[in-house]
Each structure stands twice: as C-alpha cells, then as structure tokens.
C-alpha cells in the first residue's frame, strides 16, 4: 500500500466486526478497499467482504478505538455480533437471523484462517482466535449448533466458556457429560486439544480447550 486509506474508507475499516472482520459499507467503498489489499470478498454467497490481515492491522492500530468487552455479551448495542459464551439474558434467542449470523462469521473465521495461517490451513486456529480465546472458543460450539447456557447457572443448561489462569486455555462447563462430550468433539473437529477435567472443590467435571497448533 502505497498511501493510507481515505478517511472513509478508514471508518469503513474501524467499523468493522471484531470478532471476523466482516465490512459493511458502499459497493465502491468495499470495491476500493480489495484493490488496496485491505479487504477481499468470499468467495461463498452472501459473497459478503472482510479485511484481510493488512486491513486488521491498520484497525489494530488505530488509538481511538476502545477495544472489545471481555467477555462478549452477545449481539452488541450497535449491532456488531460476537459469539454466546454462555450466561447472557438472551442467550436462547435469535432465530433464523441468528442462526445466518454465526454462520456467516464462522465462514469468515474459516476464510481469516486460511489467509493467516503460514500454510494456508483451516483445520487449525489462526493468531486472531490465539488472542480471543473464549470468543473463538464459543464461535466454533454456537456455530455448530449447541446451546449456550442461560443466565441462571442452577437453571440453564448448555455450555459456559470461561478464560483461565493457564496460558492458552479456556475452560468449557456444561449441565452433564454428554454436553461435555458433544462440546469436547465440536471443538476437536475445530482444531482444538480438549482435555476433560475435575475441579477440586466441586468435584464438577468440565473441559479445558487450547488451540492447536500443528
């Protein structure tokens, strides 16, 4: 790139999603930015556009912008998606749209993958999903179809993804084993270590997940 992006086209790359870096803008906006090498358009319909990682990167930079809630509280007051975690009020809701959304930002994860990782791999997490632990984590188990718990933890089934103490690691709780083990298999499948542990206290079986990286 041999000069910076248009202020335009600079809120165009600010506004986009953190969790995949879907666009929204004009057609010539998002036309300007694949030409830039700033963004690029997948190939699968809704053909929608996403940054590449020299687009990720000029975001990244970018002082002004407040980074993302830890953890993601669901579809965001502004409308931008983030995966279900588990625990949030509206964590059974969404529908259809919801269920296009996920599926749209999971394709776009895939797509981030295959730009990022060094060989081109999709079967494995990319730097992105190493740096958003939960978010990715939760992305991979709602993309494939499970349910996120509610938010009454004695009252709601479905998974809980949490951060832990250890390095590259989330922790994945669930009401009984067989959501543990259908979460365990998800996450293999989407190139994760899943081991199944007992915490001391509770004696309360739950998974530990870290991203693979071969």
Not at 47 to 64: K, M, N, Q, V, Y
Not at 183 to 199: F, I, N, R, S, Y
Request: charged share 25%; net charge positive.
């Amino acid at each position: 790139m041999t000069r910076p992006p248009t202020a335009a086209q600079r809120r165009v790359i600010d506004a986009a999603d953190p969790v995949t870096g879907r666009l929204r803008g004009t057609q010539a906006q998002l036309t300007a930015l694949v030409k830039r090498g700033l963004a690029f358009r997948h190939p699968r319909p809704p053909h929608d556009h996403f940054l590449t990682p020299a687009g990720h990167r000029i975001r990244e930079a970018e002082p002004e912008v407040a980074p993302a809630p830890a953890p993601p509280k669901g579809q965001g007051d502004a409308g931008v998606f983030a995966a279900r975690v588990g625990g949030e009020e509206d964590a059974g809701t969404g529908g259809p749209a919801r269920t296009r959304e996920v599926h749209s930002a999971w394709q776009g994860l895939l797509e981030l993958r295959r730009m990022t990782n060094p060989d081109g791999a999709v079967d494995r997490p990319c730097g992105w999903e190493r740096t958003h632990l939960v978010r990715a984590a939760a992305l991979a188990l709602e993309a494939a179809g499970h349910r996120p718990a509610g938010p009454d933890p004695a009252g709601s089934g479905g998974y809980r993804v949490r951060a832990t103490p250890q390095p590259e690691a989330v922790a994945v709780r669930g009401p009984d084993d067989a959501t543990l083990k259908a979460c365990a298999a998800t996450l293999e499948k989407a190139g994760w270590q899943v081991g199944e542990h007992t915490d001391p206290r509770t004696r309360a079986r739950y998974l530990l997940a870290s991203p693979r990286r071969v």
